[in-house]
């Protein structure tokens, strides 16, 4: 297999030593809006998303759960509301978008864990977790394949890693979502964040991403096994899901 450098940065091709720093760079300027930004690009669907994605975890009382690119909480928040014992860390590589998540924590009564870790070199022990989640986060990291390894080293025997992220939408879709992608989204992002530059990589970010079978394919070299995906709205987001026995 040819070892390249290079990696994708929205269109961008750039040396992978620095992706990491312009990721930070995009989620710096856009925390403090984030939420905001979410709820009016996907016209408040995210919120079902991700309610929807917690529920499809369906984690044991008391379990020890790992939240990766956690951001502003929301994932946290929803696990915290099933009331049963979890053990959750709150966790992102970008101190801004913990801070934003910690306050919204605190605003929902919720005292967690919070850790600025890398996806790519977590600092945990082997066969810690019984769940690993990440939502929206994948995409945004260099080396994804080294990312999905590393949450198959920290998972227990029996666990389970669920991703939600953006996919490849229905193809009679595509033509209209595409159009809103980029022609409308960047210039919300202009409007209501100030910030037109961070919104076009976040655009470009979803259409590099792997397609659904080709996440599929990942999530399995990494060594997970019963790996299945679900479309949800027409395959704009596809919740992965794999196991380690």
């Not at 025997?157 to 159009?179: A, C, D, Q, R, T």
Request: hydrophobic content about 40%.
């Amino acid at each position: 297999m040819k070892v390249t450098n290079k990696t994708h940065f929205g269109f961008e091709t750039i040396d992978k030593t620095l992706k990491t720093k312009k990721v930070k760079n995009v989620f710096e300027s856009v925390a403090t809006k984030y939420d905001l930004m979410n709820s009016i690009m996907s016209g408040g669907l995210h919120k079902v998303w991700k309610k929807y994605y917690v529920k499809t975890l369906i984690a044991k009382k008391n379990s020890n759960i790992l939240d990766l690119a956690s951001g502003t909480g929301d994932i946290c928040i929803e696990l915290a509301k099933q009331n049963k014992g979890f053990k959750i860390f709150h966790t992102d590589i970008n101190l801004k978008m913990l801070e934003e998540g910690q306050k919204k924590l605190i605003d929902h009564g919720i005292i967690i864990s919070s850790l600025a870790c890398d996806a790519e070199k977590l600092p945990f022990p082997s066969n810690h977790f019984d769940y690993v989640t990440m939502a929206f986060g994948l995409r945004n990291v260099t080396r994804k394949e080294k990312a999905i390894e590393e949450i198959y080293r920290v998972l227990s025997p029996g666990g389970k890693f669920v991703v939600l992220e953006f996919s490849k939408i229905w193809s009679p879709l595509s033509k209209v979502y595409e159009n809103f992608s980029f022609n409308v989204l960047p210039k919300l992002g202009k409007f209501f964040a100030k910030d037109e530059k961070s919104y076009r990589y976040l655009v470009e970010s979803i259409k590099v991403h792997p397609d659904q079978k080709k996440l599929k394919k990942m999530i399995e070299e990494a060594g997970f096994e019963k790996v299945n995906f679900k479309n949800i709205s027409g395959g704009i987001v596809a919740i992965h899901q794999g196991y380690k026995f």
